[in-house]
């Protein structure tokens, strides 16, 4: 199985890296994840991003906050998917980083996520590869009936509740 790239922007994004790093493991998706800057270590994110495929990587996760060019300095680097988790900063709340990452040219495409959503880039991510596994394929879809599961459990508690009240 090929293996997903995560680079972050600074070790500051790591607690919503971790969330994509959670699901990557669940999925038992091999990753790979470095700290690469678009802004103080250009030379590394582009000497990355150009031997991604090379280096048997199927796509990127990029995570940044603020100015948010980590995302785009990578795409603009490789023909591999590119999934863009703008980070919530200190200042606007993620809406910089988000704009920052959304608003890419044509020709460059960053597929973004939430703010801060690592959890659905590393969905995303798994999604791309099980176009090709099979086995990936049944693992994500047992993720997702156990989360419909889920919520039907909290739906029959909340009926349950509201029945005694």
Sequence with gaps: ?????????????????QKA?????????PFEAHIYSAHRTPEEAAAFARAARQNGF?????????????????????????????CKGPVFDGMDALLSTVQMPSGIPVATVAVNGGANAALLAAEILSVGDPE????????????????????AQLMT?????
């Design 1 to 17: 199985m090929k293996k997903i790239g995560i680079v972050m922007g600074s070790k500051s994004d790591l607690p919503v890296v």
């Design 21 to 29: 790093i959670d699901v990557l493991n669940e999925l038992e998706i």
């Design 58 to 86: 199927a796509c990127v996760i990029a995570f940044a906050g603020m100015a948010a060019h980590l995302a785009g300095a990578i795409a603009a680097n490789t023909t591999l998917p590119v999934i863009g988790v703008p």
């Design 136 to 155: 990936l394929a049944c693992r994500l879809r047992k993720k997702r009936e156990a989360a419909a599961a889920a919520i039907l459990e909290q739906d």
């Design 161 to 165: 509740e509201l029945s005694h009240s």
